[in-house]
């Protein structure tokens, strides 16, 4: 493995492209979080989800069901699966608890594409990529070109080879590669781009506005505890600012504005521990997530990324935590196989 491999980030793309191009609407005034869905969105209007706000969505409180099923509930048909997601019965009221789906996703893609009048992947990479100099980030499925540089995936049955260049989500690949839920492949360097203009925006894309309000708890008393999108790093506190977002791979972003920190993990254990659910990895006892480091060697991939202006406790300055306990020095980059 190559230290620019290329990795299906799975639902890294809720942050990648979801989360940042709601902000892109949010900062430009085109849309009103707590404004419900049904008074802007014809589409959605007269259908229970008008009921409910982009705040909803983003904090995971919308009340949609919480598995997407797509092929059983509404067939292959792209603009049919469409309808039934903007158009199905809400599994609670918006705003009684906070419940983890990946249909917040696909439904705020949806909302992007309706307001910008473009579909999500330009949205991405015109409005956040380029400008980032994120040039190796993009939907898929990828040429072969491209493909032949990914780590693979889970097999499939059908072609008898792992995946490589065709998303893993099978909610993405039902939905042609591009949807809010999965479908992105990056490398660390972009990654590592994207992170750092989190700590230290410029004009290029998002703003400090959206991060530092999206990098803060939105649902009150309600639990789990969430952000936009983001939530608290498990097994840290508020003093912390650790902020995290996690893919169904084996991949992993972390964020901390107050302590200038960032890192990135890319792997691709779900080549070996692949199952139905693409929800994302549940924290172990002690805490933290699950490590992609610990699970059958065969064709398992690593890439880690960690950069810091600080010190950490007992470690050199400058140092930060991965998510497998390592400690990386700023900017050093780690390459397994």
């Known amino acids: 493995m190559r230290l620019d491999t290329v990795f299906d980030v799975a639902s890294l793309t809720k942050i990648l492209a979801v989360w940042i ?7 430009e005034g085109k849309l009103q979080l707590h404004a419900p ?28 069901p919480l598995r997407p099923n797509f092929k059983n509930l509404y ?5 049919d699966i469409r309808d039934g997601v903007l158009h199905e019965a809400l599994h609670r009221r918006p705003g009684e608890a906070v419940e983890y789906t990946d249909r917040a996703a696909l439904v705020l893609g949806h909302l992007a ?13 015109d409005r956040i990529w380029h400008p980032l100099g994120m040039t190796h980030t993009s939907f898929g499925p990828l040429p072969s070109a491209e493909a032949d540089r990914c780590a693979p995936t889970e097999y499939d049955e059908t072609t008898g080879t792992h995946l490589k260049g065709t998303a893993h989500d099978l909610s993405a690949r039902l939905l042609g590669g591009v949807c809010g839920i999965a479908g992105t492949f990056s490398v660390l360097d972009d990654l590592a781009l994207f992170l750092r203009h989190m700590l230290a925006p410029t004009r290029a894309a998002f703003g400090p506005t959206w991060i530092k309000d999206s990098l803060r708890i939105h649902t009150g008393e309600l639990s789990p505890a969430r952000g ?32 200038g920190r960032r890192a990135a993990l890319l792997t691709n254990s779900s080549a070996t521990t692949a199952t139905a659910s693409p929800s994302p990895a549940p924290a172990t006892p ?4 699950p490590s992609p480091w610990r699970t059958p060697r065969r064709r398992r991939w690593i890439n880690c990324w960690s950069a810091s202006s600080r010190a950490s406790p007992g470690h050199a300055p400058g140092s930060i935590r991965c998510a497998d306990g390592c400690w990386g020095r700023p900017g050093r980059r780690r390459s397994r196989r």
């Open 113 to 125: 594409e309706h307001l910008f009048d473009h579909p999500l992947d330009q949205l991405a990479t």
């Open 286 to 289: 002690s805490g933290r997530p």
């Open 37 to 64: 869905l049904g008074t802007f969105w014809d589409e959605v209007a007269s259908h229970p989800l008008a009921e409910a706000t982009a705040h909803h969505l983003l904090t995971h409180t919308a009340g949609l």
């Open 228 to 259: 936009l999108f983001w939530h608290p790093a498990p097994g840290t506190g508020p003093a912390q600012d650790i902020w995290v977002h996690y893919g169904f791979t084996g991949t992993g972003m972390w964020v901390s504005r107050a302590q």
């Open 21 to 27: 191009t709601v902000g892109t609407l949010v900062e």
């Open 75 to 79: 067939g292959t048909d792209p603009q």
